[in-house]
């Protein structure tokens, strides 16, 4: 290795320590506040989140399980339309396509208030249908399936076929399995935008009670600000965990989006 290639390395070391560092820095102040208080080290936040004061717990679970439904809801329509768009021609293909990837240009904000049109009508809002149902249609989920299914030879749904698989046995035994990654990729970025949305609760659901924890750590009292900090880290809790053990997938999955 020639010097101006070592120096370009360590420099690139460098750059890269310190950009880790900075994304650290506040995710360690909320760490040392959520148990550093005036009075000096005090666990007494934690015990009042996980044991004193169920609310906090029961939003944490009610949350999940929102965001469990979202993701299944979502992986399964993004799987079918995916397949058809990628293996099946029928009339008006490319212009739905092409209108799928205008719909993942639009920001939330633009479709907030049709959504909220519609779901009044349909008498769901202040549910969590009204977050639910929406979120489960999102495009990208789509469109990332679709380039990963069309990364699969045609002679491989032919022999499926032949062995008398229909469309949904050729969906879940050959399609799905050879395209893992991108399944989890759409999980991932599903549970993702689900667990950190806060404009959709603010707008469809109306009684405090309701609102998932992204939304209701906002309304915390200045007073119980160690609360919070033991609610934020609460929070990134299973972001994280999803990416320490699925990074590779998600990797894998946008990668291939992108090549096709």
């Not at 479709?111 to 009044?120: A, F, Q």
């Not at 249609?137 to 469109?143: K, Y």
């Not at 972001?239 to 946008?254: A, K, R, S, T």
Request: proline content about 5%.
């Amino acid at each position: 290795m020639t010097m101006r290639k070592k120096i370009y390395h360590t420099a690139g070391a460098v750059l890269g320590a310190s950009l880790i560092m900075i994304c650290l820095v506040p995710f360690c102040y909320v760490l040392a506040r959520s148990f550093i208080t005036a009075r000096g080290v005090d666990f007494q936040s934690y015990y009042d989140v996980f044991w004193g004061h169920t609310q906090y717990l029961m939003r944490f679970w009610r949350s999940l399980g929102m965001c469990l439904c979202i993701c299944a809801g979502q992986l399964a329509v993004s799987a079918f339309a995916g397949f058809a768009f990628a293996k099946y021609n029928f009339r008006g293909k490319n212009a739905l396509f092409f209108l799928l990837m205008i719909l993942m240009t639009l920001p939330i904000q633009v479709t907030l208030i049709p959504n909220y049109i519609m779901l009044g009508h349909l008498n769901l809002l202040d549910r969590y249908a009204s977050l639910v149902l929406p979120s489960i249609f999102a495009p990208l989920g789509t469109f990332i399936l679709r380039q990963s299914f069309a990364s699969v030879p045609n002679s491989i749904l032919d022999a499926a076929q032949l062995d008398g698989c229909g469309a949904l046995g050729t969906l879940l035994r050959v399609m799905a399995p050879m395209n893992l990654s991108g399944l989890v990729c759409v999980l991932l970025l599903s549970f993702l935008d689900a667990w950190n949305m806060v404009e959709q609760p603010i707008v469809y659901l109306k009684s405090f009670a309701r609102y998932p924890l992204s939304v209701a750590l906002a309304y915390t009292p200045p007073a119980d600000a160690a609360l919070q900090f033991v609610c934020c880290i609460f929070v990134t809790i299973p972001p994280l965990f999803l990416f320490v053990f699925f990074n590779q997938e998600l990797i894998e999955g946008i990668t291939l989006a992108e090549v096709k």
